[in-house]
């Protein structure tokens, strides 16, 4: 079994060191196999809210800890018009990883990361054919018993916000990414960006999108909520490529407690859900649950 930590939307320069350090020692007890980090480190893309950034990856390596990593939009300069056009991401890569696809790969887990973040958009993502096939490439010398895992900061898909049926926008070239990642066959599909705890098998999102289980994490300790969600990540227990658990771990305002606990099976790339019913649960934020 792998057990990973997912970490979104951690905005140094509007965050909490309140619930960073926290989100911090709950990581340094419970010692996940990996730690992955799905974009967003800064607020605005200064070199002091980077430093920071640097200071606290550099802290979870110290323990000891795993870490994948991807940059997000705000991970971007929005006002420092030279560098958001010509060196994008160059405070990123000096401070917190040169490597914007990352690869990660265990006995039981083949991970990538993707870029999605770009100088064109102000906050909207794209995943460009490169990467698709890298994305192709990397997962198809993978042995068919290990879990593909998708890691980027734009979701794939587009996701419901509130309580209506408005959507988000989905990734850019959104149809030839999602070909692209059901050809590749991957399992979990894991992002952030819109603050927002979520779990929905992807064949239910979009059609022919074969049997990825899309996995979005809120906010992990920016003071920036929304849809009055407060901060928390994920906890995934990774058993096999057809069967996991969900834990959504939530800041209660005095410590990060578990909120919910799902188990995913996964039957001819079908997923289906059961909530785990345990005590000492808090809370009411939950991914929103698949048909049993």
Avoid at 104 to 129: M, Q
Avoid at 143 to 155: N, Q, S
Avoid at 187 to 211: D, I, P
Avoid at 223 to 246: C, D, G, I
Wanted: aromatic share 8%.
């Amino acid at each position: 079994m792998a057990r990973i930590a997912h970490l979104s939307d951690i905005h140094f320069g509007a965050n909490d060191p309140k619930i960073v350090d926290a989100a911090t020692a709950w990581l340094e007890a419970r010692r996940p196999d990996l730690i992955v980090i799905s974009g967003d480190f800064t607020q605005r893309a200064r070199a002091e809210q980077f430093r920071q950034a640097s200071a606290w990856l550099n802290r979870l390596k110290a323990a000891g800890l795993k870490t994948l990593v991807v940059p997000g939009n705000h991970d971007v300069p929005l006002y420092d018009l030279f560098r958001r056009f010509v060196r994008p991401l160059n405070r990123y890569e000096r401070y917190i990883s040169n490597v914007l696809c990352p690869w990660y790969e265990d006995r039981e887990v083949a991970i990538l990361g993707l870029n999605t973040a770009r100088s064109l958009t102000i906050k909207d993502g794209r995943i460009n054919h490169a990467q698709m096939d890298l994305l192709r490439e990397r997962f198809a010398a993978v042995p068919a018993e290990k879990t593909r895992i998708l890691v980027t900061h734009h979701p794939l898909f587009a996701m419901p916000i509130g309580k209506g049926n408005e959507l988000t926008e989905a990734v850019g070239q959104h149809d030839d990414a999602v070909k692209a990642a059901c050809e590749a066959g991957v399992h979990l599909a894991l992002a952030g960006h819109f603050h927002r705890t979520y779990a929905e098998a992807a064949q239910k999102m979009v059609a022919h999108s074969g049997g990825a289980l899309v996995i979005q994490a809120g906010t992990a300790t920016s003071t920036r909520l929304r849809n009055a969600e407060p901060q928390s990540f994920n906890w995934l227990h990774v058993r096999r490529n057809n069967e996991m658990e969900l834990q959504v771990i939530v800041w209660d305002g005095a410590a990060f407690r578990r909120a919910s606990h799902v188990e995913y099976r996964r039957n001819n790339e079908e997923w289906t859900a059961r909530e785990v019913v345990e005590e000492a649960v808090v809370g009411e934020i939950a991914p929103r649950q698949l048909s049993r």
